[in-house]
């Protein structure tokens, strides 16, 4: 064929001796590793098929001391910048400026300063910080715990939070100072110990304080070391705290487990105060359960504040009912025996006290009322501008007559036609239709048989 022709052609024309003979050194090189890449050797290890690319020449003579002196510098100049990033606080030096300046002025100090120098990068070390002190944290809480443990044993009333979170390296030793501190604390609204490290002890401390304490609304122990016992000794001690409304404990180091879940949903029965819980449980059952329990809380806590708004508005209803006895004269609880209207909250400013008046206008006594009617009143003379004066303007109710109004009688109601509008039921109800499986039918005859209709079967003896 003319392709098989074409083939032999260029067989004939390629000459591979002559191609290689005109290749360079190094291009023979890249052939044999491009050749070796594309066909490698099948009695080799896979190691040695590998490409070297490891050749490269040499940037210098190996210095032990050289490297230890790079790796030191690289060491302090990574912590300078570490340094320089966190922000600086000035702190109030022990010494004084004379004692400073004298330091400054031997020679020996002189001597280490410009040998630090050397060894670091100038630039950073412009500043003298033998008198800094880093105060700020990696955290961002720059809380003082010696002076926030102080204000808490004080029982400081301007101190209402108190925010322990993400300190580290606080010792155990503190938090359960902090936490037995807490107990007598009358002011702090909301206790915050997310991620520091506390363990059970802390939690059993924390339980007992919450039996004592009364002020607390808001328990943060979430991201620590807290197993499941020191989370149901928490739980069980809210049956005896009726001011925690928060407490948040999830994410923390060891899991709580099926059982500790179970126990914390039975013990929040007991407590009517918890809204809000920071956890999210496993087992669906307890999650439906505290979600029942702060639901339940929520509402009654909802009773109970509009009780006590029904209890707010009659007590300014009363005091507004005292208000107009009094202006009008008369005996107190006689506005409710004659049936007046319940004053409205808005008729409070109409019913301020005014300044007292002259004694002509004063309340005349019940007894000398008639005599007064008798006899001709003069009109009162004020002393001052009468536009001063509120005055008090009542609406004139007309009272019920004691007779009964006619009422219409109620339309009679035709039977006939509610009878006409009624389906009648059919009484032989034909039963639903209900597809019987083998299974049922299996199950009926079983119901229905009777020993005497059984059949002796005869059992036949193998013999092995």
């Known amino acids: 064929s003319r392709n098989s022709d074409e083939e032999e052609l260029l067989d004939e024309e390629l000459d591979e001796d002559q191609i290689l003979a005109n290749l360079s050194p190094e291009e023979l090189k890249e052939l044999q590793s491009e050749m070796e890449v594309m066909a490698p050797d099948p009695s080799l290890p896979v190691g040695m098929i590998q490409k070297d690319q490891t050749d490269k020449p040499p940037t210098g003579n190996f210095d032990h001391r050289s490297l230890v002196d790079y790796m030191y510098w690289q060491k302090a100049s990574r912590r300078m910048l570490e340094d320089e990033r966190v922000p600086v606080t000035f702190v109030q030096s022990e010494i004084t400026n004379k004692a400073l300046e004298e330091e400054r002025d031997r020679p020996e100090a002189q001597e280490a300063s410009v040998k630090k120098i050397s060894k670091l990068d100038p630039k950073k070390l412009a500043l003298d910080t033998s008198f800094l002190k880093v ?244 009109p009162p003379q004020y002393k001052t501008d009468p536009d001063s004066f509120r005055v008090v303007k009542l609406k004139r109710i007309q009272r019920k007559s004691r007779m009964p109004e006619a009422r219409e009688p109620p339309e009679k109601t035709n039977l006939k036609d509610v009878i006409k509008t009624l389906k009648p039921v059919p009484r032989n109800r034909p039963p639903p239709l209900v597809e019987i499986t083998p299974r049922d039918q299996l199950l009926n005859d079983i119901r229905h048989s009777n020993v005497a209709y059984l059949k002796p079967v005869s059992r036949r003896r193998e013999k092995w």
């Open 135 to 378: 105060s700020a944290r990696p955290s961002g809480n720059q809380t003082d715990l010696d002076g926030s443990l102080r204000r808490v044993r004080q029982n400081d009333p301007d101190m209402k939070e108190l925010n322990l979170n993400n300190i580290e390296n606080i010792p155990k030793e503190m938090l359960l100072d902090f936490v037995n501190a807490m107990k007598k604390n009358k002011h702090i609204k909301t206790f915050s110990l997310a991620n520091v490290g506390a363990d059970e002890n802390v939690a059993f401390a924390l339980a007992n304080m919450l039996r004592e304490n009364r002020s607390i609304t808001t328990l943060n122990i979430e991201s620590n070391f807290i197993t499941g016992k020191g989370i149901v000794a928490i739980m069980r001690c809210l049956q005896f705290n009726e001011t925690l409304t928060e407490l948040r404990f999830h994410n923390q180091r060891h899991m709580l487990g099926h059982h500790a879940e179970m126990e914390i949903s039975r013990l929040l029965k007991a407590n009517n105060t918890l809204l809000k819980m920071g956890y999210h449980f496993e087992l669906p059952g307890p999650r439906m359960v505290v979600t029942n329990l702060l639901t339940r809380n929520q509402d009654k806590q909802r009773q109970k504040r509009q009780e006590e708004q029904k209890q707010q508005q009659l007590k300014e209803q009363r005091k507004l009912i005292a208000m107009l006895e009094n202006g009008l004269g008369l005996p107190p609880g006689m506005w409710e025996m004659l049936g007046g209207p319940m004053p409205d909250s808005r008729m409070q400013e109409f019913l301020q006290p005014s300044p007292p008046r002259p004694p002509n206008s004063q309340a005349v006594p019940f007894s000398r009322r008639n005599e007064m009617m008798k006899k001709p009143s003069q």
